[in-house]
C-alpha cells in the first residue's frame, strides 16, 4: 500500500528526485518502490540572506589561479588524480565492500601525514582496534595520522576543528548521520545533508576530504545522484575479487582528465603499484592458442595491451549464446553479426563467450577488431600470429575504422615486442614502416592476423 499523504515530500533514493505525492515509479529514473517519505526540515527564522549581493564580472578579466597539489604517496594515483590532491577539494571513492578501498585509503593517509602534515582518518563501520590491526599489517608508522571511530557528522567537523588536520577521510558516507535530521543513516536525506557540510568545511578550511561510498548491485553509487555532482572528483575502485588486481577509475575530475585509470596489485601487504600494465595483464599469454588476440587500448590517457580472448563452441540448447563479461554485450553482438555476415556465415548459430584476460573492463571502440579475429580464429581454430597486435572500430558494413590515440597504441605495441600492428588504412597510409600494416575491411584484417588460412 502507497505511505499516506503528510506535509512532508517523498525522495527517490536512486535519483533524488523529490516529489509532494508517491508514486510506485519514480518519474525520473524509472525505478520501482524508490520514493521514500522524508519528514520537513523546518527552516529557522530569521535565515534570510545578509550582505552584499553577488556581482557578475567580464570572464575573461579573471587572472587565473594556480591550482596547488600534494603528493598521495602513489606515482599511480596521482596520474589518475591529475597530478595528485588539491587542497580544499572533495573526492569521492566508489567500490564493492571488500574490494580494498579502507586499505588503500589508510596507507594514503599515512603517506600523506608523513610527507605534507597531520591527516585524519574517521571510521564509522569499524573500531579502533580493527583498524589498528589493518595498520599493523599495513606497517603504519606516522606519528600524524589520527583516528577517530565517529557517525555524528557534527561530531566530525568539530574534531577537524580541535585538530585542524590537512587531509581527512570518511569512511564511509552512507554511515554518517546529522541529528537535526528524523531519518536512518544512509536515506538521500542523510548522505545530502552529511556531504553538504563536509564539503563546506572543506571549502572553508582548505582541507582535502575523500569520501568512502558504497556501490549497489548495478554498480552504481548508493544514496541519490547529488552525491556525485556535489564532490569534485569521483573515482571508481573496480576489480574482481577473485583477481589479484584493481583498478581505480576516474570517471569524473574537475583537475584533471576524465577516465585515466590506475592499476594496483593486491598483495598480503596491501596494495602495490603496477607501473606497467600491458605487460601485467600479457604476463600470462600461451602460444599457437586459437582464439586470442591482443588489443592495444587507451584507459584514460594511457595505452594499455590487453588480451581478448574468445570460445566460439556448436549451440546445443536451440537459440545461440552470446555472454561476455569485461566488453559491452551490445558491442559484442554487433561485432558477433558483422563477422557472422563477412566472415563465417556459422557464427550466428554457435555459442560465443568474450572475456579479457585479467578482467579489466574495456569500453572504448578501438577493441573490436581484436574481439572480431579472436571470434574467427576460435571458430576455424587457428591460432593468431603470437607477434601481432591490433586495434580498430568494426563498422556495420564490416570496414575497419580509426579510433583516438592510434599514434600512442602502436608505440606501447612496439615497445613491448610486437612486430606487426594491425592499423586502421588510413592511419597506416601516413606511415612508412613494416610493423605497421593497414587493413581496410575485417577480411583483411582476419587475413594478415592468422597463422595461416583455411584450406
Known amino acids: 500500500m502507497p505511505p499516506s499523504a503528510s506535509n512532508g515530500r517523498f525522495v527517490c533514493s536512486v535519483c533524488g528526485y523529490q516529489s509532494l505525492r508517491w508514486y510506485g515509479r519514480c518519474p525520473e529514473c524509472g525505478e520501482w518502490n524508490t ?3 522524508q519528514a520537513p526540515v523546518p527552516r529557522p527564522k530569521g535565515s534570510r540572506r545578509t550582505g552584499a549581493p553577488a556581482q557578475a564580472v567580464v570572464l575573461s578579466s579573471v587572472q587565473p589561479q594556480q591550482v596547488r597539489r600534494f603528493s598521495s604517496g ?3 594515483l596521482d ?8 587542497p580544499g577539494s572533495v573526492l569521492l571513492l566508489a567500490g564493492e565492500p571488500g574490494i ?8 594514503v593517509a599515512d603517506n600523506v601525514a608523513s610527507s605534507v602534515g597531520r591527516s585524519l582518518y574517521i571510521s564509522g563501520e569499524e573500531s579502533l582496534g580493527q583498524v589498528k590491526l589493518r595498520a599493523d599489517r599495513l606497517n603504519i608508522k606516522s606519528q600524524d595520522l589520527y583516528f577517530a571511530a565517529e557517525r555524528d557528522i557534527d561530531a566530525i567537523i568539530q574534531i577537524c576543528l580541535d585538530l585542524k588536520p590537512g587531509f581527512l577521510v570518511v569512511d564511509s558516507i552512507q554511515t554518517c548521520e546529522d541529528r537535526s535530521i528524523d531519518s536512518l543513516p544512509g536515506s538521500p536525506a542523510q548522505i545530502r545533508a552529511c556531504a553538504i557540510k563536509l564539503q563546506e568545511y572543506a571549502k572553508a578550511a582548505d582541507l582535502t576530504v575523500i569520501l568512502v561510498g558504497h556501490t549497489v548491485k548495478t554498480g ?11 564532490v569534485d572528483t569521483v573515482l571508481y575502485f573496480e576489480g574482481d575479487l577473485g583477481h589479484l588486481y584493481r583498478i581505480i577509475r576516474a570517471r569524473k575530475n574537475r583537475f584533471g582528465a576524465t577516465d585515466e585509470v590506475a592499476v594496483f596489485g593486491m598483495g598480503d601487504t596491501g596494495l602495490r603499484e603496477i607501473q606497467n600494465p600491458s605487460e601485467f595483464f600479457l604476463s600470462e599469454r600461451l602460444e599457437n592458442r586459437s582464439g586470442c588476440c591482443v588489443a592495444a587500448c587507451v584507459q584514460g590517457n594511457k595505452p594499455i595491451l590487453v588480451e581478448v580472448q574468445s570460445l566460439v563452441t556448436p549451440s546445443q540448447y536451440g537459440a545461440s549464446r552470446r555472454i ?7 558491442k559484442l553482438l554487433l561485432v558477433a553479426a558483422v563477422m557472422s555476415k563477412y566472415m563465417v556465415q556459422g557464427l550466428d548459430r554457435s555459442d560465443i563467450f568474450v572475456k579479457v584476460a585479467g578482467g579489466v573492463k574495456i569500453s572504448e571502440p578501438g577493441i573490436d577488431l581484436a574481439c572480431g579475429i579472436a571470434m574467427v580464429s576460435s571458430y576455424y581454430d587457428i591460432p593468431v600470429r603470437h607477434d601481432l597486435a591490433c586495434f580498430g572500430e568494426i563498422g556495420l558494413s564490416g570496414e575497419v575504422r580509426m579510433v583516438p590515440r592510434m599514434e600512442d597504441r602502436v608505440k606501447e605495441a612496439l615497445r613491448l615486442g610486437f612486430s606487426r600492428v594491425l592499423v586502421p588504412h588510413g ?4 606511415k612508412a614502416s613494416p610493423e605497421i600494416i593497414g587493413v581496410s575491411t575485417v577480411e583483411d584484417g582476419v587475413r594478415n592476423a592468422l597463422v595461416r588460412t583455411k584450406s
Open 100 to 107: 580494498g578501498k579502507s586499505t588503500l585509503l589508510l596507507s
Open 35 to 37: 520514493l521514500e517519505e
Open 74 to 76: 602513489l606515482t599511480e
Open 79 to 86: 596520474r589518475t588524480l591529475g597530478g595528485g590532491f588539491v
Open 220 to 230: 552504481d553509487i548508493a544514496g541519490p545522484r547529488l552525491l556525485e555532482h556535489l
Open 427 to 430: 592511419f597506416a597510409a601516413d
Open 324 to 330: 561476455v563479461g569485461e566488453i559491452d554485450q551490445q
